[in-house]
């Protein structure tokens, strides 16, 4: 059985910083893009980054503009788990986060975890 479990979400104050974690298993993911959206409430589940797969240190990572040079993507191919760094959270940041992975299409993933909360507020 294919699972995704996110973890790392919380409480963090504005400006501050938050690592999220995506552990997966019941499949290698070595060889597939991973990614990364949230959903903010009221609102559709959006993009916010991923990551190639690569052969040796070379990968490719993308981030929505609204996140770029605050939110780092990283993957630790031997714990076959995908990182998110968020870095000068912002109250608009507040959302759902959801670890993907298999990419399909540009957008569309084959595999979801159950998302993990993270509330950025004083």
């Known amino acids: 059985q294919v699972q995704l479990v996110e973890s790392g979400g919380g409480l963090v104050q504005p400006g501050g910083s938050l690592t999220l974690s995506c552990a997966a298993s019941g499949r290698d993911f070595r060889r597939d893009d991973m990614g990364w959206f949230r959903q903010a409430p009221g609102k559709e589940r959006e993009f916010a980054a991923t990551?190639?797969?690569?052969?040796?240190?070379?990968?490719?990572?993308e981030y929505a503009d609204s996140v770029k040079g605050r939110f780092t993507i990283s993957r630790d191919y031997a714990k076959n788990t995908v990182y998110l760094q968020m870095n000068s959270l912002k109250p608009e940041d507040t959302a759902v986060y959801y670890c993907?992975?298999?990419?399909?299409?540009?957008?569309?993933?084959?595999?979801w975890g159950q998302g993990t909360q993270v509330t950025v507020s004083s």
């Open positions: 990551i190639t797969w690569s052969y040796g240190d070379v990968y490719l990572a």
């Open positions: 993907a992975g298999g990419r399909i299409t540009r957008r569309e993933y084959a595999y």
